[in-house]
Nanobody, 124 residues
Framework: QVHLVESGGGSVQPGGSLRLSCATS????????VGWFRQAPGKEREGVSC????????YYADSVKGRFTISRDKGKNTVYLQMNSLKPEDTAVYYC?????????????????WGQGTQVTVSS
């Protein structure tokens, strides 16, 4: 069982930055692909970014390319999502998820373990 905990959400003005963290304390994320997803009120959950277990593949949704960066710190057993140049349309609950699968990492259905989510609000 992989217990995921997200942190780093909050409120920020447009153009600001946040760094989300996805960690697990009772197990390891090594060997797992990790994805970030978000869900805004009244909208379906969408894939934002993902990183393969070997760190040699990353994916970004078109809406966040050039602004968000996903990375992994194996020593800290944590995956990060650096979010820059935030826009009001980035407002959502952000979830991290983990899977032992190595394909279709951009799809929510691929993932077996999910965190509880962290709120990101971008507003002036």
């Amino acid at each position: 069982q992989v217990h995921l905990v997200e942190s780093g959400g909050g409120s920020v003005q447009p153009g600001g930055s946040l760094r989300l963290s996805c960690a697990t304390s009772k197990s390891t994320l090594n060997g797992y692909g990790v994805g970030w997803f978000r869900q805004a009120p009244g909208k379906e959950r969408e894939g934002v970014s993902c990183i393969s277990s070997t760190n040699d593949f990353t994916y970004y949704a078109d809406s966040v390319k050039g602004r968000f960066t996903i990375s992994r710190d194996k020593g800290k057993n944590t995956v990060y999502l650096q979010m820059n140049s935030l826009k009001p349309e980035d407002t959502a609950v952000y979830y991290c998820a983990a899977t032992l699968n190595s394909i279709r990492l951009a799809l929510a259905a691929t993932y077996d373990y999910w965190g509880q989510g962290t709120q990101v609000t971008v507003s002036s």
